[in-house]
C-alpha cells in the first residue's frame, strides 16, 4: 500500500495502532469458518471520529475496508476477501451508559456480548441475546450478522434489541439512526436494515440497546425421548400448552451417542433429549415447570431432570454444551448449517437430513435452537478423504433445499457472508436481489464497504 | 512431546474469552488461535523468527486457560513451549536468561549466589512487609517485592531421613530451597505425622521447568535424567514437592523429555503434596483453634496441569478455617516463570486483577499451592497496599 496513504492512517489513529506486519495481517486474516485472506493493514482505531477519517480516506482512495470485532463469525462476514484494510473494534469497547429507568445502554461496537450481559445483570438488568459465542464475541458483530441464540423463541434474536445506531457510511460521514425510545416510526428504518447487513452498508461506531429486567427466577428441565418423534411432538405441544419457554434446545441420537461417548452423563438411552428452560416471576415459573414435565411425559419422555439453582442448572446444560467438542468423534471437521424450519417441521427436517447424509455418505448430527425451528445442521467430514468435501457440498444443497421445501430459512443467524453467497438464489427470488444491490449501490457505490460478501459472484 | 495437532484449531475465538495476556494486550497474537496461526506460518517459511513472531511465543504465561476452554482442546502451551525451543535454536538465549539459567543449572553456583546475597541483605535490601526490596536500580526488578533470600534448604538439612512407610522423597524445588525454606519444613512435618518415611536427597537439581519455559530443552533434558537417578538412588516409593510447578514438570514433562523406563517409573512416583495427603496418605487434619478466613488461589500448574483443585481445599476446611472463594480462583497470577522477566509490566497488569479479586473475599490469609505464585501474590498485594498474609496451604494446616 502506498507510504503516503499509510502516513495518513498513522496520523488519524496514532502511532502503534496500525500494523501491516506480516504476523498482525496473518492473525486478522481469519475467522471461525478457518479461511484465510491476507489484509494489506490491521487498523485499531480508538473512536468514531478516527473511524469516521479513516473511512473517508478509504474512500478517497477507494481502497476496501472490512469492519471486525472478535473474528468468531461462521459465514466469512470479517474476512478482507478484497485484500484492503482490516478495521478493528478491539479497542472500541467502552460500555457508555447504562440507562436503569429508560431500560437502554449505549456501548461501542467493541464491547464482548458477555461483558455486558454481565455488567448489566449486575445492575438487575437484563440483554438477552445469547450467541453460544457470547463470551468472546462482540456486539457490533451481532449487529453486522443479527446474532441469535437459545433465548431467541422466547426473547427475539439482536435485531429486537437494537434501538438506535451511529454508523460511518462508507464516504465517511457520521449518521444516527433510531434513538434511545422503544417506539419510532419516522421513515424508513434504517436502524433495522443495518442489523443483518454484514457490515457492508456501514461501520456501526455506538448502539442504543435496549434492555429488560433481569428474571426473577430461571427453571431448567432435561428430558429423554425414547424416540425422535416424541420430541419433536413435544416441542409444539408445549408452545401450544401456551408456553413459552426462554430456551427450547433439541439434541438428536447422533449427538446423543457422541455426548455420551465423550463423557457418561446418563443420557445413552435416549433417541433424542429436549432441554427446556423458562423464566419469569417465583411460582409462576414452578408451574410452567410441571406443565411441561407433563407434556413431556405425556410425549413418552423419561428421566426428566429439573434444576433452578445455578450450579444444577450449569450440570443440565453439560450435554448441550458437550456437543460441539465430542461431535470431533465423528470426524475432524465440520461444516455446520443453521438452517430454519417452522417448527412443527423439525422432525421432518431431521430425518431428511439423516437421509440426505445416508445418500452421501456423509455424518450427520442435529441439534440446536428447537423452539424457533433453528437446528444446526453438521456435517462431519475428513478433508483429507478424497471427495469427500465434494460430496459435502452437494449434501450441504440438498439440505437447503430441504429446508426451503419445508418452509424455512437458510440462515437464521449466522448470515450469508461468503460461505452461503453462492446459495442466495436458492431463497431470494431475482427481483429480492436487485433491490438489495441497489440498497448496496445507494450506500456505497464505490463499493469500499466489506466488498465481496452477501451476493453471489462479484 | 504431548500430542497436539494444529489442523484442530478452528479459528473459532473461544481462547479470546479467558486469555489473561490477550485480556491486557487486546492483540490477535496474544490469544492462542494467533499463536497457532503464527506458528503454521512460521512451519511453511511465511514468517521467520521475526521480532513479531518471538514476542508471540514469549508473550504467554503458558496457563493453559486457552486449551482448557478450546472446544477441541488445542494444545497452546505445548507449541508455546515448543516455538520457543526453536528461537533458542535459531538466535540463542538472551543474556538475562543465560545467566539466571547458569545459576539454576548449577546447585553450586546457586547456592553461593544465594549465600551472598543472605550475607549482603542489609546492604542489597530493604525489608518491607512481606519480602524485600533490591536497593539496586536494577531494571524492574527494584519495582518488584522479593522473597528474602534465606541461604540453602537442602544444605541445612543435609541428606535428612526419617523411617516410616511408605518412603517418600522430597522433591524442594529452587524456590523453596533458596527462599521459602518454611515451606519445606511444613512438609516435612506433615509427612512425619502422617507416618510417612521422608528423604531428602541433597544431591537434587532444578525440575527443568524454567529451561523448559525459555526454550532450553536440552537442559531441561539433563536436569530430568540427574533428577530421575537421583531419585532412583534413594529408593523411594514416591517422590512429593510442594511446588505445584516442579510437581507439573516432575509428573509430566519428565516423561515427554525422557524416554526411558526408569523415567516413566520416576513421573509415576510423583505426588504434589496435597494430592498426597489426601489421596495417598489418607490425612485427616483437625483443627485446634479458631480457624481464619482463607481465600485459596489456584495455581496454574495446579488446576489445569494436573485438575487438583479439591485437595488443598479440602485441607483448609478440615483444619478449622473459614474458606472464602475469590472469583476466578483459577485465574493466572501473572507470574508465568521468566515472562515476569520479560514482561514486568504485564505481569503485574495481570497481578493486579488477581490482587483486587482476593481483596474482594475480605479473607486475612491468601492461601494457595505454588511458591511461585506466593511470590507473585505477594508482590501484587504489596502494589495495591493489601495487607494480607500469603501461605501455601501446607503452613495452613495444624
Not at chain 1, 407433563?294 to 450440570?315: H, N, Q, T, Y
Not at chain 1, 463499493?447 to 453471489?456: A, C, D, H, S, Y
Amino acid at each position: 500500500m502506498d507510504e503516503t496513504i499509510l502516513k495518513e492512517i498513522e496520523a488519524i489513529v496514532g502511532r502503534g495502532n496500525l500494523s501491516t506486519s506480516i504476523e498482525d495481517r496473518i492473525c486478522y486474516s481469519y475467522d471461525a469458518t478457518n479461511q484465510r485472506f491476507l489484509p494489506e493493514g490491521v487498523i485499531f482505531p480508538g473512536s468514531a471520529e478516527e473511524v469516521a477519517s479513516l473511512v473517508r480516506l478509504a474512500s478517497r482512495n477507494s481502497i476496501p475496508i472490512v469492519p471486525r470485532g472478535a473474528g468468531s463469525g461462521f459465514t466469512g462476514g470479517s474476512l478482507p476477501v478484497r485484500g484492503g484494510l482490516v478495521v478493528s473494534t478491539e479497542r472500541l469497547n467502552r460500555i457508555l451508559e447504562v440507562d436503569r429507568e429508560n431500560l437502554f445502554c449505549i456501548v461501542e461496537p467493541g464491547v464482548v456480548t458477555g461483558d455486558l450481559q454481565e455488567e448489566v445483570e449486575s445492575m438487575g438488568l437484563f440483554y438477552p441475546p445469547d450467541p453460544s459465542s457470547l463470551k468472546f464475541c462482540t456486539i457490533g458483530g451481532n449487529i453486522a450478522e443479527c446474532a441469535g441464540g437459545p433465548r431467541g423463541l422466547k426473547y427475539g434474536v439482536t435485531r429486537d434489541y437494537v434501538l438506535g445506531l451511529e454508523v460511518v457510511l462508507p464516504d465517511g460521514e457520521v449518521i444516527r439512526t433510531g434513538g434511545r425510545t422503544l417506539k419510532g416510526v419516522v421513515g424508513y428504518d434504517l436502524t433495522r436494515l443495518f442489523v443483518g447487513s454484514e457490515g457492508t452498508l456501514g461501520f456501526v461506531t455506538r448502539a442504543i440497546l435496549r434492555l429488560l429486567p433481569y428474571p426473577e427466577k430461571v427453571l431448567t428441565i432435561l428430558a429423554l425421548f425414547p424416540d425422535q418423534e416424541g420430541a419433536a411432538g413435544a416441542v409444539s405441544a408445549i408452545i401450544s400448552s401456551g408456553i413459552l419457554p426462554s430456551a427450547l434446545e433439541f439434541i438428536d441420537r447422533e449427538c446423543v451417542a457422541c455426548v455420551s461417548d465423550y463423557r457418561d452423563m446418563g443420557i445413552s438411552g435416549a433417541e433424542a433429549i429436549l432441554l427446556i428452560e423458562v423464566d419469569g416471576r417465583e411460582g409462576v415459573v414452578e408451574r410452567e415447570g410441571a406443565m411441561i414435565e407433563e407434556v413431556c411425559r405425556e410425549k413418552g419422555g423419561f428421566d426428566i431432570r429439573k434444576a433452578s439453582d445455578r450450579r444444577g442448572r450449569k450440570r443440565l446444560w453439560e450435554a448441550r454444551r458437550a456437543i460441539s467438542p465430542s461431535l470431533r468423534r465423528l470426524n475432524p471437521h465440520k461444516i455446520n448449517e443453521d438452517v430454519v424450519v417452522p417448527r412443527t417441521a423439525i422432525g421432518d427436517l431431521v430425518a431428511g437430513v439423516r437421509e440426505i447424509g445416508r445418500r452421501y455418505g456423509i455424518k450427520t448430527a442435529c441439534f440446536g435452537h428447537g423452539g424457533d425451528g433453528n437446528i444446526h445442521v453438521n456435517l462431519m467430514i475428513d478433508r483429507r478423504v478424497p471427495g469427500e468435501i465434494e460430496r459435502a457440498e452437494e449434501a450441504v444443497k440438498e439440505v437447503f433445499q430441504l429446508t426451503l421445501r419445508l418452509g424455512g430459512t437458510i440462515s437464521g443467524e449466522h448470515g450469508i457472508g461468503i460461505t452461503k453467497a453462492p446459495f442466495l438464489k436458492m431463497e431470494l427470488g431475482r427481483r429480492e436481489i436487485d433491490l438489495m444491490r441497489s440498497i448496496k449501490e445507494t450506500f456505497d457505490p464505490k463499493g469500499i464497504m466489506n466488498p465481496g460478501k452477501v451476493f453471489p459472484g462479484d | 512431546m504431548e500430542r497436539w495437532d494444529l489442523s484442530d484449531c478452528v479459528r473459532c475465538g473461544a481462547c479470546r474469552a479467558v486469555c489473561p495476556t490477550f485480556s491486557v494486550i487486546r492483540r490477535e497474537y496474544a490469544c492462542g488461535r494467533g499463536k497457532v496461526s503464527l506458528w503454521e506460518a512460521h512451519r511453511e517459511g511465511e514468517v521467520g523468527l521475526s521480532e513479531g513472531f518471538v514476542r508471540a511465543v514469549t508473550e504467554c504465561l503458558t496457563c493453559a486457560a486457552c486449551r482448557e476452554n478450546c472446544p477441541n482442546g488445542v494444545d497452546v502451551p505445548s507449541l508455546v513451549l515448543e516455538a520457543r525451543a526453536e528461537v533458542v535454536k535459531g538466535r540463542g538465549l538472551s543474556l538475562s536468561k543465560s545467566i539466571l539459567g547458569r545459576f539454576l543449572s548449577s546447585p553450586t553456583m546457586a547456592s553461593i549466589g544465594v549465600k551472598a546475597a543472605s550475607i549482603l541483605k542489609g546492604l542489597l535490601f530493604r525489608e518491607e512487609g512481606t519480602g524485600v526490596h533490591l536497593r539496586l536500580p536494577l531494571s524492574h526488578l527494584s519495582e518488584r517485592l522479593l522473597p528474602a533470600p534465606s541461604g540453602t534448604f537442602l544444605k541445612r538439612v543435609r541428606d535428612y531421613e526419617a523411617e516410616g512407610s511408605p518412603r517418600v522423597g522430597l522433591f524442594t524445588g529452587c524456590l523453596i530451597n533458596h527462599f521459602l525454606p518454611e515451606i519445606g519444613e511444613a512438609t516435612v512435618d506433615l509427612l512425619k505425622r502422617a507416618g510417612a518415611g521422608v528423604v531428602i536427597p541433597r544431591d537434587q537439581v532444578c525440575c527443568g521447568m524454567p529451561f523448559l519455559g525459555m526454550g532450553e530443552r536440552e537442559r531441561a533434558r539433563e536436569l530430568v535424567l540427574r533428577n530421575v537417578e537421583v531419585f532412583e538412588r534413594a529408593g523411594v516409593d514416591l517422590v512429593v514437592t510442594p511446588c505445584a510447578t516442579c510437581a507439573t514438570a516432575l509428573k509430566i514433562h519428565s516423561r515427554e523429555l525422557v524416554d526411558t523406563p526408569e523415567a516413566k517409573t520416576f513421573a509415576s512416583k510423583a505426588r504434589e503434596v496435597t494430592e498426597l495427603l489426601r489421596r495417598d496418605l489418607g490425612v485427616k487434619v483437625s483443627g485446634n483453634g479458631p480457624g481464619r478466613r482463607v481465600t485459596y488461589h489456584d495455581p496454574c500448574h495446579m488446576s489445569r496441569y494436573q485438575h487438583i483443585k479439591d485437595e488443598p481445599r479440602e485441607l483448609i476446611e478440615m483444619a478449622g478455617h473459614n474458606l472464602v472463594e475469590m472469583s476466578h480462583p483459577c485465574r493466572c497470577c501473572g507470574l508465568g516463570g521468566t515472562f515476569t522477566i520479560d514482561y514486568p509490566e504485564l505481569s503485574a497488569t495481570i497481578g493486579r486483577q488477581k490482587a483486587e479479586d482476593i481483596m474482594g473475599t475480605g479473607a486475612e490469609v491468601v492461601a494457595t499451592a505454588c511458591p511461585g505464585c506466593i511470590i507473585q501474590i505477594r508482590d501484587s498485594l504489596h502494589r495495591l497496599g493489601g495487607k494480607k498474609e500469603v501461605l501455601h496451604v501446607v503452613q495452613l494446616l495444624p
